[in-house]
């Protein structure tokens, strides 16, 4: 931490969120920031889990990164995890877009950060969430990681083809079994069963097969609908890098070529071979059914070299 130092905030808008700015020690007055937006789920702000456990530094890692690159971070904990206050199982879309734009108002009124030079970096449901914020409350630049160019449905219909896809090449007993059990038309059915229900909620959680599920974060995503993440994307003015890695199960690299075509000259699109969702390199057969397995493998090893190459090319070119 020879070229950074951290401080530890807390930021008040509707609760008490809780997270860690990154400054560079090079001795500028003002430096560029970058807003590092989390994935789905319990993360962390440095990108760690507890449920299922998976410590993997994966946003603290990236953060120190940028940092060493002479931009201040800031990473949080969102609503309902780490030290901050709320409940992840009551949050919906329209909350975490709130907070991102609490963190940056936080950001323009910090002494060491030019205003002017805010950017957002999404991993995940983050692209989807930079995506939202910079329609209404426009940065200086977007990077989007693993998700950038669709809502939150489709990835989900992306990983369940991929599922059915490997259970069919699957060898062995364990292939026959998936394969008499795992039926397309099943899975179809389920999908579409639970975006009804989602869509279809009043409330902020429903019970869904004995389990809690988060209806108004389901809700509130399905409405912004791919279409208009796309248009947001074909309309934003600010420099954008979105980069998704061909082993990645959860982001379709496919969604790449299609924000590529609307043919807005400030998006650049790179696709980082042998790079899974985690952003670490893996050069094993993409899979769904041993994802876990996969990412607990693979949780203490380096961001992918190539991504870190292209945010510096990208970043570097900004300045």
């Not at 319990?42 to 993997?56: C, E, Q, W």
């Not at 389901?218 to 954008?240: G, K, N």
Request: proline fraction near 3%; aromatic fraction near 6%; charge should be positive.
């Amino acid at each position: 931490m020879g070229r950074l130092r951290e401080e530890q905030i807390q930021v008040k808008g509707d609760v008490m969120l809780k997270g860690t700015v990154a400054i560079p020690t090079s001795g500028l007055a003002r430096y560029p920031a970058i807003i590092i937006i989390s994935g789905s789920g319990g993360a962390d702000r440095d990108g760690n889990m507890k449920k299922p456990p998976l410590v993997t530094n994966l946003y603290k890692d990236l953060a120190h990164f940028l940092t060493e690159l002479d931009f201040i971070t800031l990473r949080y904990d969102k609503r309902g995890v780490g030290e901050s206050e709320g409940d992840l199982l009551k949050t919906g879309m329209t909350e975490l877009v709130d907070d991102i734009k609490t963190m940056i108002t936080f950001l323009k009124q910090h002494p060491q950060v030019d205003p002017d030079k805010i950017m957002l970096l999404g991993h995940s449901e983050g692209c989807v969430l930079a995506t939202k914020v910079n329609a209404t409350m426009p940065v200086a630049g977007l990077i989007l990681i693993a998700g950038a160019g669709t809502n939150l449905k489709d990835p989900i219909i992306y990983q369940n083809r991929q599922m059915l896809e490997e259970i069919k090449r699957l060898r062995g007993l364990k292939g026959k079994l998936l394969r008499i059990l795992v039926k397309e038309d099943k899975i179809l059915n389920q999908t579409n069963a639970l975006f009804n229900k989602m869509e279809q909620s009043t409330t902020d959680f429903v019970k869904y097969k004995l389990k809690r599920m988060p209806a108004k974060w389901f809700r509130e995503h399905f409405r912004y609908r791919t279409e208009e993440v796309l248009h947001d994307l074909m309309h934003a003015t600010c420099p954008i890098l979105a980069v998704t890695g061909d082993k990645d199960v959860q982001a379709n690299v496919d969604d790449l070529k299609v924000v590529e075509d609307l043919g807005n000259e400030t998006i650049k699109t790179v696709i980082i071979k042998n790079m899974n969702h985690m952003l670490k390199e893996f050069k094993g057969e993409k899979t769904v059914l041993n994802l876990m397995k996969q990412y607990k493998q693979g949780a203490t090893a380096p961001i992918h070299e190539e991504l870190m190459q292209q945010l510096k090319i990208w970043l570097t070119s900004l300045k």
